[in-house]
């Protein structure tokens, strides 16, 4: 006999010597018909009886093998023995019955057919008759080599062994095919599925798993061919693709991509699942575990296409979104939590879909990537508070009598919000957020200091003083906000705030200098004396700031104010007493009358605004009664008092205000 390696046509003919030929081969093909498993329970029992009817005696053989050297068989028979009995439940769809049978030790028929006429049937995929005649060249092939006919052409039983084991991989191939196609079309093939249920069945009973009883060169023959195995491979083959499947848009054209890709992941495979659920799990004995086969193969496919998604270079929200969709929307209702997915789809004992090292490099990664981005956020609150505030000169909001910024509520918020979302991963991220915040928030004050500093130097404005007042409320709020809301520590905070309140204090001092001291240096002037200037000047020049310190948050408003009101006190003793020249009795009265005159200007202003400074009311009335006064004894007696009200000053400065005289 002429036999190609390759799976071509074969000029090997059955001719069978009675009826029994004609009736195992009408056999074999029902069992093949798809129809079959619409028919009865009953037919189908007769139909394996049938089958398993006819053995092959010891006779016969011999016959067939005397009859082998002129090329023809005759009424060949497969015949497949166990040594004990095999138990088989399988499960018919529409609406057939669970069939239980024991397949004793009986013979399976199987027609002697040409390999191409075996691979035509799995082409048309005709498993079961297919299946059939391959084991019946397998079962003839180790006959024939137990009995040493290939003793002298062992090519030949190198041929036909190959033969066999490329028709079983041919049968293997179109297994893969049809599982793998599964969820491919928008029905499932019922009748297809439950016969492949039984092929799987038969091909364990055909081959026991005892091991390789075969000579040299014969490994393949009688072993089993583990269908059930390649079975399970290929339902995960079938997740892959799926997985792979979905839409997924290139970064480049949707900012969204991965959060849109990830919801047409959930969308489609919830379809599958479904569908695995209502339409493939009645195929299947119970003992398949359908349901958990797909769900494993899916989530391991899941598992390793987010790993592939996490080596790519991810920005801040792509990895929440990740991280996000592993930890709550995974095995949330949203997906494989779904009700309609329930009972069958079991989410207990499914393994972590990350492992712990790519976990921990997403979480880092995410860490790593909210610096930029928080430090961003606090770069445009300060741009905003630049252009919108500063340049435009807008006055600050007055609430509960305090001036406020949106600085403190903005800075919270970006905190909360980071904060909010961290936890809905895990509080180990949230803290790590909470502790990077806080370190670009100390990094971002004194950065704030220098603009505001740098922007209040350049220029004059009248919002200097309402935003210096604002922004030490704001930064006040942002201390007590971080404490009650975060339960943070803020003792380092607390350290950078005292410093930036005290250089903005001694600008807004030198600010108030500034302004105040031209008209400080005009007093004892001839105009200042001729009234020329305005009794109300330096009291206006001054309000300009103290006005503002009414709208600090205590205690501090009230403690600069006082030291404003000290400062002008004091400037304007100091210039008065300062040796200049020597006055006559009408300049001195006229000096006298000015100096009472804005002494009660500057007292009821500052008074007025707030400044409990009232032991200072007196000074400098008494040094203008001094000056205007021409007794003597009068003028002692006004020294004796300046002196009990304000012992600091000096006997030298006290002997200075006679000298006007």
Known sequence: MNRSMELDPRNVTSEPTNSAGKEKREVASKLSSPSLHSMDSGFFERGIKTMLSIRKSKRSLNKEKEKEGTGTWKGKRLSLRFSKSYEKETTICNGVQEVSEKIQAEPIQGKPLSVMEINELIQKRQLLEAFASVKYLEDETITERDAEKYKDNPQEFVRKSKDVDLLYNSITNVIQAIVVGTLEHPTVEDTMLTSLVTLIAYEEAAHPNTGNAGGPGSDLLGMPRKWKEVWREAINESARKRVLRVPMALKEEDSSWLNLHLGFLQKHLSEDLLKVKLSVKKCYPEEYQVCDMYVEAFHKAIASHLQDLSQRPLEFNEIYTLLNWVANTYCSELFLGNPDLKPEVKTENLSLLLTPAVWDKLKNDYITSAKGKIKSYFGNILRLEVTEKWEKEVYPEVKENLYQSSLSLDIQTIIGEHMKISRAISRSLETKMLELCLAELREFIPRFEEEFVAWSTARDSPIFAPYFVAYINNFHDLLSGLEAMFQVNTEELQKILAALTRNFTSIFLNELRKKAQPLL?????????????????????????????????????????????????????????????????????????????????????????????????????????????????????????????????????????????
């Open 521 to 661: 240096k005009k007093i004892l002037t001839k105009d200042w004396i001729l009234s020329i200037e305005r009794p109300d000047s330096l009291a206006s020049a001054v309000s300009q700031f103290s006005e503002h310190l009414q709208h600090m948050r205590e205690p501090l408003g009230q403690e600069l104010l006082r030291d404003v009101h000290k400062y002008v006190v004091r400037e304007y003793i100091m210039l008065v007493i300062k040796p200049r020249w020597k006055m006559n009795r009408e300049t001195r009265q006229r000096v006298s009358n000015r100096m009472n005159q804005e002494a009660r200007i500057i007292h009821n202003t500052l008074i007025d605004q707030g400044s409990d400074a009232d032991w200072l009311v007196p000074a400098i009335h008494h040094i203008a009664n001094i000056i205007g006064e021409k007794k003597k004894d009068k003028i002692k007696e006004y020294i004796k008092d300046l002196c009990q009200d304000y012992p600091d000053i000096s006997s030298r400065q006290r002997s200075q205000i006679p000298s006007r005289k």
